[in-house]
């Protein structure tokens, strides 16, 4: 829908007028350093052109796409007159979504619905202040339309908060699971609308008890896809319930728990692992430490294990350790600092008996940028009796600048701590 307005500039008018001011700044630094003026002269337009694209949003001017974004289970409706470039810049889905339409419905969850305006916003101007009470719809909506630097931020928050756990903080343990998967496939079955038998198949693939027991109580009073397929799924939902209403040391004394739906996935949350951006890798030892909750069970809600990490980018075995003498007393040459390789190790800070049944696997993945795009590279898994990865990096040449590994001189790591049951007694059939 256009909107035309009295004395109101056309969109393209205010966008050539930022680009001229940006172009302004620009010549200016230029015409500095080429007149032999004090290095460093620049004109900044910057907030000017954050105010136009504010009174952009805000006024409307030249709107050429309409959002009508109604809150799910209601008749409330948000309006925004945006501009398809802007939001496109952000956002290769609403790229895609908004090519050929001037008017698009969005259907978001209420507490989206209710912030979709910062979310907007943001688009327009890269900035936004984020309330406790915000952080989780404002994720969902970043992830959901692609824009990862919202993500970043919102994610960067959420763990700036966590420590505290208090407040909405402690929901924010079960956010980023296996419930943001059951929404994306819900999306997709809405979209594509596969047969029956294709549907119940990808639903029943859905890790229920992974899914806090509150969360299982709204989907199933609001999911369209549970309302038309819940009975496929009814018994696995009735072994997510159970599984959180025991401790798992008690539910594995008659239920097998060493199936995939009791293990987590590689969940990139605060509440199973952490980032871990290591600069210059190659230069010393170095040592971190994150939370993660005990298990996914009810039972388990609130209780968290802290792991300490010690990365070494040259680490000796036995073998190549420096000998300074043999047994005629002849000195023998100390190993060179690149005989070493690559080491990560994994430890909990302390050995409590909460984890009575329990073993971890840990999980590192290894970032590497791909157009643009940082991607996981490389994998390694290892569990609670080795304490380590023991092909960690093993070919990776941390010295070069260039290395394939190494994201602007830095190791980007994440660390991932998944709980795996035991079965302890089975039922007799």
């Known amino acids: 829908m256009l909107r035309i307005g009295y004395c109101k500039p056309g969109f393209w008018g205010i966008f050539w007028s930022i680009l001229t001011l940006v172009g302004l700044a620009t010549r200016a630094a230029q015409r500095a350093d080429v007149g032999g003026e004090v290095a460093g002269t620049s004109i900044n337009h910057s907030q000017m052109l954050l ?153 029943r693939s859905i890790r229920y008890p992974m899914i806090p027991p509150a969360q299982l109580f709204q989907l199933q009073a609001r999911s369209a896809a549970l309302a038309r397929h819940g009975p496929a799924v009814a018994d696995l939902l009735l072994q997510a319930y159970q599984f959180h209403a025991a401790s798992p040391l008690h539910y594995a004394k008659f239920f097998d728990v060493n199936g995939s739906a009791f293990l987590p996935r590689n969940y990139l949350s605060p509440a199973w692992g952490a980032p871990w951006v290591i600069n210059n890798p190659a230069r010393d030892d170095r040592s971190t430490s994150f939370q993660t909750q005990l298990g996914p069970s009810g039972h388990d809600a609130g209780r968290r294990i802290t792991w300490n990490v010690l990365f070494s980018p040259r680490w000796l075995p036995v073998s190549l350790r420096p000998v300074y003498a043999d047994a005629a007393g002849t000195a023998l040459p100390a190993a060179r600092p690149e005989d070493g390789r690559p080491r990560l190790v994994v430890t909990p800070a302390s050995s409590g008996g909460d984890a009575a049944g329990v073993s971890f696997q840990k999980t590192v993945l290894v970032g590497a940028r791909q157009q643009g795009r940082l991607l996981v590279r490389h994998t390694y898994s290892f569990h609670q009796s080795s304490e380590e990865a023991g092909d960690f990096l093993a070919h990776a040449d941390l010295q070069r600048r260039n290395s394939e590994y190494l994201v602007e001189n830095a190791l980007h790591l994440h660390l991932i701590v998944k709980p795996v049951y035991h079965t302890l007694i089975r039922t007799p059939k």
């Open 51 to 203: 105010q136009r694209l504010q009174d952009l949003l805000r006024q409307g001017n030249a709107s050429d796409v309409v959002l009508r974004v109604q809150a799910a289970g209601t008749d409330e409706v948000h309006v925004f007159h945006t501009h398809r470039l802007l939001l496109g810049l952000h956002s290769e889905l609403f790229r895609e979504l908004l090519s050929n339409q001037s008017e698009v419905v969005l259907e978001e969850p209420r507490d989206c619905a209710a912030v979709f305006d910062k979310f907007i916003r943001y688009l327009y101007c890269g900035e936004l202040t984020v309330l406790l009470a915000q952080a989780i719809p404002l994720h969902r909506l970043a992830t959901k339309y692609g824009v990862t630097s919202l993500q970043r931020g919102v994610a960067d928050y959420m763990r700036a908060h966590l420590a505290g756990g208090a407040g909405p903080a402690v929901g924010w343990y079960h956010y980023a699971d296996e419930l943001e998967l059951f929404h994306a496939l819900e999306a997709w079955l809405g979209r594509a609308r596969p047969p029956r038998a294709m549907a119940e198949r990808a639903l």
